[in-house]
Structure formats: structure tokens, C-alpha cells
């Protein structure tokens, strides 16, 4: 019941209250400690959600003397270290530890976080400090706070690094035991190996005796060549043999003319004359098949020489095509194709000798 009492007084009186009657309290009030100041923080709080949007800061200067910046302070401090909660006889200190602050050293620990202050203020004796020693104080534990941090963070980065390192070596010794097991395992193999690699080092390290451009112009050039050249041999070969069957005509119609007029000239000897034409004309009969079957050989010779060529151009091609992939194997083929170029023109000497 007296409760009840109570609580209906207070709400009569919250309801008649007015900004004058607040700006009364508030002067009534000394700044000089926290609890006063959050008392006059929560009035000039209360002041300002009565008054019209605009009039606080004259109201302030006019009827209670203060500035608005010192205004924005007290209300400040009373929402930092006001209690959640009021008593009912007006707003208290949320700590025990804040209630003999000055105005100046409760501005000070605003720096600090909330949920750390109180600690703070114990742990620095914010009580017995002058002002400009606790801001001293708080400004030496933020660069210690920086400094700690700068440690930590380097101290990550350093332990990043070291697992990064650990985690390379680890795959560098998984590595190196796989490589390891690999040639354990290949232990077989490793003769033919050694046995393959000085083979190719003895391939390699022989002397190419005939240099030839490498590339397609060039080799299509020398196949040309090589064309024009066995075609110009062949056709010498033929201009020889029609002018063997030439002179074997001559023969012929010679033979004849002189068995016909040994026949007219000499009776006895006719016999032995026309043995003489017959040979001779047997003679001009294997000449012509020989002078046939060198124009077939001819041609013969010339298919297969576009043959050989078109063979040899393709094979170019292929091993064209190979550089790009396996340039190695390439050059090896064309170390081949000259020695079978090498051969072949050794070949055509043997013929003309």
C-alpha cells in the first residue's frame, strides 16, 4: 500500500515538471564530483526532450549558465557511468569505483572501452592521480596496447611463416622419398638406361660430315635437283644410244648398197654378201629393241624418281609437324634423312663411274 503511495507521488510529480523546474535543480547542484555531474546530466537530459527541437542550447546558456559543449558532456557521463537504472531518488554511478572521479577524470577514462574502464581505473588509482597524470597514464597503456598488438601481429605473421615452412618441407621430404622408392623400385631398368643414354650420347656425338639446309625449301630445292639431274642422265643416255642405232643404219644401208653391187658386181661372192647384210641387219634389229627398252627404263626411272620425291617431301612434312612437340626426336630424323640423302648421292656416283 505505501508502495502504491509512493509510486503514484512519483508519477504526479514527473508529470508536473517543467524546464524551469529542472534548470532550478540543476543549479542547486555543484559540479565538482561524478555523482553530481550524473545527476545534472540526467536532468539536462530530461530538459531536452521537453523542449522544442532547436531551444535546447539557448535554454541551457540562459537558464542554467552552462555551455552546450559542457552540456553534451554532462549528458554524456551520465550515459556512460549512469546506472541502468535510477534510484528513486534520482540517478546514481553504475560503480562504487567512478564516485569520487572529478569531471576532468571521468572525461579522461572515456578513452577506454566501457566494459574495461572500471578495471582500468583500479588498476591506474584514477582516484589518487592528478588529471594530467591519468591521462598520462592512459595515453603510455594505448601505446603499450599498440605495441602488444604490433608483437602479435608480427608474431602471426612469423608463425604463418613457419607453418608454411614446415608444410614445404614436408612435401619437399614426401617428395624426396617418393623419388627415392621410385629408383629402388626401377633398379631393373637401370642398366638399359645407362646402356640407352650412352648410345644416344654416341649418336649425338658424332660428326655430321655433309651439311644440308633443313628446312622444306631447301630439301624441295635439292629434290629438284636431283630430279633435273637424273632426268638429264637419262636423256644423254638416250641421244647415245640413237646415235649408236644411227651409225648402225649407216652400217645397214651401207652393207646393203655394197651387197647389191657386189651381187651385181661379182656373182661368186653374193652368197657371203647377203650373209653380211642379214647379220647386219640382226645387229640393226637388237639395237632398236635395246633403243626400246631404254626408253622404257626411262620412264620407268622418271615415276619412280617423283615417286622417291613425293615419299621424300611427306616424311618432310612429318617431322615438320613434330618440332613443335618433340623437337628432339625431329632433329634425329633429319640427321637420318641426310645420311639416306648422303647415300643416294653416293649411289648416283657409283652409276656414273
Not at 74 to 89: P, T
Not at 221 to 229: R, S
Not at 299 to 318: D, I
Request: with cysteine; hydrophobic share 40%.
Amino acid at each position: 500500500m505505501n508502495e502504491e503511495r509512493i509510486a503514484t507521488g512519483a508519477s504526479a510529480l514527473a508529470m508536473t515538471r517543467t524546464p524551469e523546474i529542472i534548470a532550478g535543480e540543476i543549479r542547486t547542484f555543484t559540479a565538482s564530483m561524478l555523482n553530481n555531474i550524473i545527476e545534472i546530466g540526467r536532468r539536462m537530459v530530461e530538459a531536452k526532450e521537453l523542449l522544442p527541437y532547436g531551444e535546447f542550447g539557448k535554454w541551457i546558456r540562459e537558464a542554467t549558465g552552462y555551455s552546450t559543449s559542457t552540456a553534451n558532456n554532462f549528458m554524456r557521463l551520465y550515459q556512460e557511468y549512469g546506472a541502468d537504472q535510477g534510484s528513486l531518488f534520482g540517478a546514481e554511478v553504475d560503480c562504487q569505483t567512478f564516485g569520487k572521479l572529478s569531471y576532468s577524470k571521468a572525461l579522461a577514462l572515456l578513452t577506454v572501452p566501457k566494459e574495461e574502464r572500471e578495471e582500468v581505473a583500479l588498476e591506474l588509482d584514477a582516484e589518487h592521480l592528478s588529471t594530467r597524470e591519468l591521462e598520462k597514464a592512459l595515453a603510455e597503456r594505448d601505446e603499450a596496447r599498440k605495441q602488444a598488438e604490433a608483437a602479435m601481429e608480427e608474431r602471426g605473421f612469423w608463425e604463418d611463416k613457419a607453418t608454411a615452412t614446415a608444410q614445404e618441407l614436408d612435401k619437399a621430404l614426401t617428395e624426396r622419398d617418393e623419388a627415392r622408392r621410385a629408383v629402388e623400385d626401377a633398379g631393373p631398368y637401370k642398366e638399359k638406361l645407362a646402356e640407352a643414354e650412352g648410345r644416344v650420347k654416341e649418336l649425338e656425338s658424332r660428326p655430321v660430315e655433309v651439311a644440308v639446309e633443313r628446312d622444306e625449301k631447301a630439301i624441295q630445292e635439292a629434290a629438284a635437283e636431283g630430279w633435273k639431274k637424273a632426268s638429264a642422265e637419262a636423256k644423254a643416255e638416250l641421244d647415245r644410244l640413237r646415235d649408236k642405232l644411227n651409225k648402225a643404219q649407216k652400217a645397214k644401208e651401207k652393207a646393203e648398197a655394197e651387197a647389191k653391187r657386189a651381187v651385181e658386181d661379182a656373182g661368186p661372192y653374193k652368197e657371203k654378201l647377203e650373209a653380211e647384210a642379214e647379220r647386219a641387219r640382226q645387229e640393226a634389229e637388237e639395237l632398236r629393241r635395246k633403243l626400246h627398252a631404254a626408253e622404257s627404263g626411262a620412264g620407268e626411272v622418271a615415276m619412280l624418281a617423283r615417286m622417291a620425291q613425293t615419299n621424300f617431301l611427306a616424311a618432310v612434312e612429318k617431322i615438320q609437324a613434330m618440332k613443335g612437340a618433340h623437337p628432339d626426336t625431329a632433329e634425329k630424323m633429319l640427321g637420318g634423312m641426310e645420311q639416306i640423302v648422303k647415300m643416294l648421292s653416293g649411289k648416283i656416283d657409283e652409276v656414273r663411274g
